[in-house]
């Protein structure tokens, strides 16, 4: 009764994910262990993965999984714990495409995964990513690399802002003020860029272009 009432919740979660039973099964190993065998996670379990110590954007992709705005449900603000399906959930979007995948299923994928991303840096919510938002990108991506300083990273950020401002608002006065990358805008930049495959997770032991856990394979 009780491997019949997992298998049963399990199709509901491969049905809203994409996932097969097997991978579901296997995420589900990795989320006891990352939750100390509690049936929620909070941002500390995560902080404490070794790989991501050294991440320059580790806040932000800690984050993505406690936002609300990556269950696909329309709703803002964040959870302080999440549940396995929450997880899974935002595990989905690093789910890469199969032979089977159509074409029109894989430009919704694209489409959730650019979504995804924005998400990470429109911090605020506000709908665009601002040069407060995008500077503190930058400033972390480049601060890391221990080759330069914060003062240097942060023209570097308005430098490439000024960039994205000029190419989606061509005809802006010099006076006018660029409130931020919209959704729109962040396609636009982004556009031609392989997605549907190149964004997946390789920290925690798990590795979602094959959805691996450790040494083990499913």
């Known amino acids: 009764m009780g491997a019949s009432h997992a298998r049963s919740e399990y199709q509901d979660l491969a049905d809203k994910t994409g996932f097969s039973l097997e991978q579901i099964k296997n995420l589900h190993k990795r989320f006891k262990e990352l939750s100390g065998n509690e049936e929620k996670i909070s941002r500390k379990n995560l902080e404490s993965i070794p790989a991501l110590a050294n991440n320059p954007i580790r806040k932000q992709i800690i984050e993505a999984f406690f936002d609300k705005r990556n269950q696909q449900q329309n709703e803002e603000g964040s959870f302080e ?15 890469p495409p199969t032979l089977k995948t159509t074409e029109e299923e894989k430009e919704k994928m694209r489409k959730d995964k650019l979504r995804f991303l924005f998400n990470m840096h429109d911090t605020d ?10 500077r503190k990108v930058v400033e972390e991506l480049l601060s890391k690399s221990g080759t330069i300083g914060q003062e240097a990273a942060k ?47 390789r920290f925690w032991d798990v590795d979602t272009t094959t959805v691996r856990c450790g040494k083990k394979t499913f």
């Not at 549940?83 to 899974?88: H, I, Q, T």
């Not at 919510?125 to 995008?134: C, D, F, V």
């Not at 931020?180 to 636009?188: L, V």
């Open 155 to 201: 023209a570097i950020a308005d430098a490439a802002m000024l960039e994205v401002a000029s190419t989606n608002v061509p005809n802006m006065a010099p006076d006018d003020f660029y409130e931020g990358i919209t959704f729109e805008h962040f396609e636009q930049i982004l556009k031609g860029l392989e997605m549907e495959s190149r964004m997946h997770i």
């Open 125 to 134: 919510n506000s709908g665009t990513i601002s040069l407060a938002e995008y």
């Open 81 to 95: 714990e999440i549940s396995f399906e929450e997880f899974l959930m935002v595990m989905s979007h690093f789910r």
